[in-house]
């Protein structure tokens, strides 16, 4: 078995497969590869390259500049470990597939546009590979149906980056274990503050880069001409605004939806179910009140909220609004009416969330025992499938009743052909 200087050493020299009988296995080290490095794709592999549980041993893009940028960063964190200051072992791909065939490979990160979470997670369930996927799950209720089915057959470890569970001070935490324990009474609304839902795209075409595989990052999505709205230039700092349209996200409605909806099911105790009504607003076209109905009460609304003494919203990321109480609680915080709320800490024999307060390290802990994560495909899933449910409302404009067990609206075929979408031929998986 090499030592980790020698292997470190031949990697620089050839690395032309990955083997778990080296290194990585002698030194009990996850083989991890990035599909998808731009923006959210960077912050996750600067991530975990500062872990010692694992070792990131491909990076994969469908733009040159960013695959580059990838490979770059990665082997000037791992150079200073050999004398020579030279690291080479890091394979830099543009097909995801041919990194998914790495030899010894263990799990993955995947931090791609949400029309290009699904293909990815199913192949590589059934690769054997763990699975880091980001938020929201699915561009649609079927794709994340199939993933959760793929992950069990696959028997991998995996974690929707539904971070907020884990880490943001803990706040999101907290407002859980005081709606769990009854401190603000019988749950009756939720207000989820966040944006507007998707839109068609009505982009111009422009001339693609050189570099740029534009056929590939539309995968499964239709074809059109390239936009640098879409798929941005080179190396770039800013989230893309393909999350606005409905060929390849679901708005800003699914955006943070995905983080906050969350939340809130886990709060509901509900987040491997669903609403039983979506029911849209009046005016569909104002993107705001559209209204989840649970089936023990509760509701749900999107981005409307009650105004306080002086006028104004009184707005949160999240807000639980219960018989003898309200909590609001946002990434910056958490507060409650009246205050004395959460002036009492939740016991120890009181109900308790899930102990996390690290994601990336949740999920790296639960592949080495073996156990589910925080936010497995199922919950991911879930959660996803709400965002799905908003714009579904919102787009059709009319009360649906919706089967959370069966996961199809009741007796309205118009509304469940929205909950598949027929992919480009040659990405049907």
Same mark, same amino acid.
């Given at each position: 078995? $090499?030592?980790?200087?020698?292997? $470190?050493?031949?990697?620089?020299?050839?690395?032309?497969?990955?083997?778990?009988?080296?290194?990585?296995?002698?030194? @009990?080290?996850?083989?991890?590869?990035?599909?998808?490095?731009?923006?959210?794709?960077?912050?996750?592999?600067?991530?975990?390259?500062?872990?010692?549980?694992?070792?990131?041993?491909?990076?994969?893009?469908?733009?040159?500049?960013?695959?580059?940028?990838?490979?770059?960063?990665?082997?000037?964190?791992?150079?200073?470990?050999?004398?020579?200051?030279?690291?080479?072992?890091?394979?830099?791909?543009? @097909?995801?597939?041919?990194?998914?065939?790495?030899?010894? $490979?263990?799990?993955?990160?995947?931090?791609?546009?949400?029309?290009?979470?699904?293909?990815?997670?199913?192949?590589?369930?059934?690769?054997?590979?763990?699975?880091?996927?980001?938020?929201?799950?699915?561009?649609?209720?079927?794709?994340?149906?199939?993933?959760?089915?793929?992950?069990?057959?696959?028997?991998?470890?995996?974690?929707?980056? /539904?971070?907020?569970?884990?880490?943001?001070?803990?706040?999101?935490?907290?407002?859980?274990?005081?709606?769990?324990?009854?401190?603000?009474?019988?749950?009756?609304?939720?207000?989820?503050?966040?944006?507007?839902?998707?839109?068609?795209?009505? #982009? +111009?075409?422009?001339?693609?880069?050189?570099?740029? @595989?534009?056929?590939?990052?539309?995968?499964?999505?239709?074809?059109?001409?390239?936009? /640098?709205?879409?798929?941005?230039?080179?190396?770039?700092?800013?989230?893309?605004?393909?999350?606005?349209?409905?060929?390849?996200?679901?708005? #800003?409605?699914?955006?943070?939806?995905?983080?906050?909806?969350?939340?809130?099911?886990?709060?509901?105790?509900?987040?491997?179910?669903?609403?039983?009504?979506?029911?849209?607003?009046?005016?569909? +076209?104002?993107?705001?009140?559209?209204?989840?109905?649970?089936?023990?009460?509760?509701?749900?609304?999107?981005?409307?909220?009650?105004?306080?003494?002086?006028?104004?919203?009184?707005?949160?990321?999240?807000?639980?609004?219960?018989?003898?109480?309200?909590? #609001?609680?946002?990434?910056?915080?958490?507060? /409650?009416?009246?205050?004395?709320? $959460?002036?009492?800490?939740?016991?120890?024999?009181?109900?308790?969330?899930?102990?996390?307060?690290?994601?990336?390290?949740?999920?790296?802990?639960?592949?080495?025992?073996?156990?589910?994560?925080?936010?497995?495909?199922?919950?991911?899933?879930?959660?996803?499938?709400?965002?799905?449910?908003?714009?579904?409302?919102?787009?059709?404009?009319?009360?649906?009743?919706?089967?959370?067990?069966?996961?199809?609206?009741?007796?309205?075929?118009?509304?469940?052909?929205? #909950?598949?979408?027929?992919?480009?031929?040659?990405?049907?998986?």
């Amino acid at each position: 078995m $090499l030592s980790r200087r020698s292997f $470190l050493a031949a990697s620089a020299a050839a690395p032309l497969v990955l083997s778990r009988s080296s290194a990585v296995a002698a030194n @009990d080290r996850l083989a991890l590869g990035f599909i998808g490095v731009g923006t959210m794709g960077r912050g996750h592999l600067n991530g975990f390259l500062g872990r010692k549980e694992v070792e990131v041993v491909a990076v994969c893009d469908v733009v040159k500049e960013r695959l580059d940028n990838a490979k770059a960063t990665v082997e000037k964190r791992y150079a200073d470990r050999i004398k020579s200051g030279d690291y080479k072992g890091v394979k830099a791909l543009t @097909d995801f597939r041919e990194l998914l065939a790495l030899k010894g $490979l263990d799990a993955v990160v995947i931090a791609t546009p949400d029309h290009w979470h699904h293909v990815p997670c199913v192949l590589a369930a059934r690769a054997g590979k763990h699975i880091y996927c980001e938020k929201p799950l699915t561009h649609n209720v079927a794709e994340g149906r199939q993933i959760v089915t793929e992950v069990a057959k696959g028997k991998v470890v995996f974690q929707t980056g /539904s971070q907020q569970r884990s880490e943001f001070g803990g706040h999101f935490r907290k407002a859980v274990e005081y709606v769990w324990n009854g401190r603000i009474g019988k749950l009756k609304t939720v207000r989820i503050g966040v944006g507007g839902p998707a839109k068609p795209c009505d #982009l +111009k075409g422009e001339e693609k880069p050189e570099g740029t @595989d534009w056929d590939f990052w539309l995968g499964p999505a239709p074809e059109r001409e390239y936009s /640098s709205v879409l798929c941005p230039k080179g190396v770039h700092s800013h989230f893309p605004a393909w999350r606005n349209y409905q060929e390849y996200a679901g708005g #800003l409605l699914a955006d943070m939806g995905a983080h906050h909806f969350d939340i809130a099911q886990w709060a509901m105790d509900v987040d491997r179910g669903g609403p039983v009504e979506v029911v849209p607003p009046a005016d569909p +076209k104002t993107g705001r009140g559209l209204r989840f109905v649970y089936a023990g009460g509760v509701v749900m609304i999107h981005n409307e909220f009650e105004k306080g003494k002086d006028g104004k919203e009184v707005r949160a990321d999240c807000v639980f609004e219960g018989t003898e109480g309200t909590i #609001l609680v946002s990434r910056g915080g958490i507060s /409650s009416l009246p205050d004395t709320i $959460l002036k009492e800490p939740i016991g120890e024999k009181e109900k308790r969330v899930y102990p996390s307060t690290d994601h990336k390290g949740n999920w790296l802990d639960c592949i080495k025992k073996n156990e589910p994560t925080i936010c497995p495909a199922e919950v991911g899933h879930r959660s996803a499938t709400i965002c799905h449910l908003g714009n579904i409302g919102y787009r059709l404009g009319r009360k649906l009743r919706w089967d959370p067990a069966k996961e199809v609206f009741v007796g309205d075929e118009a509304a469940n052909k929205e #909950l598949a979408r027929e992919p480009r031929a040659k990405w049907k998986v």
